[in-house]
């Protein structure tokens, strides 16, 4: 299995930003969605954004509407995740996994349905 690759976490105050970046292998937006999860310590992994670039839908958790933005980037084969008013309980480890087929729903983003995670990427927001 083939894992993605993410980056860009760091630690920042309550209400700053931060992008990360998932790397997918070539032709990967082409045929399948991606995920990204986060899991804080002692919880679960939480699913939060995806994407399919190939039907243009794209999904968000309730938790952080209006505040995180999914976007990809097939040319430079990346899944960007923007992260703006961050809150103290957006700390966690961030991972990104590609999903089993194109389509992304509010059904489908359960880590069950993504596959080839990366290691992840730690995002540290407090005072």
């Known amino acids: 299995q083939i894992r993605l690759t993410e980056s860009g976490g760091d630690s920042v105050q309550p209400g700053g930003s931060l992008t990360l970046s998932c790397t997918v292998p070539p032709f990967t937006l082409n045929y399948h969605s991606i995920g990204w999860f986060r899991q804080a310590p002692g919880r679960a992994r939480e699913g939060v954004s995806c994407l399919s670039l190939s039907t243009g839908s794209t999904f968000s958790a309730d938790s952080v509407k209006g505040r995180f933005t999914i976007s990809g980037d097939n040319a430079n084969n990346t899944v960007n995740l923007h992260m703006n008013n961050l809150k103290p309980e957006d700390t966690a480890v961030y991972f990104c996994?590609?999903?089993?087929?194109?389509?992304?729903?509010?059904?489908?983003?359960?880590?069950?349905?993504?596959?080839?995670w990366g290691q992840g990427t730690q995002v540290t927001v407090s005072s």
């Open positions: 996994g590609r999903g089993h087929h194109r389509w992304c729903s509010s059904a489908y983003l359960e880590d069950t349905d993504f596959g080839a």
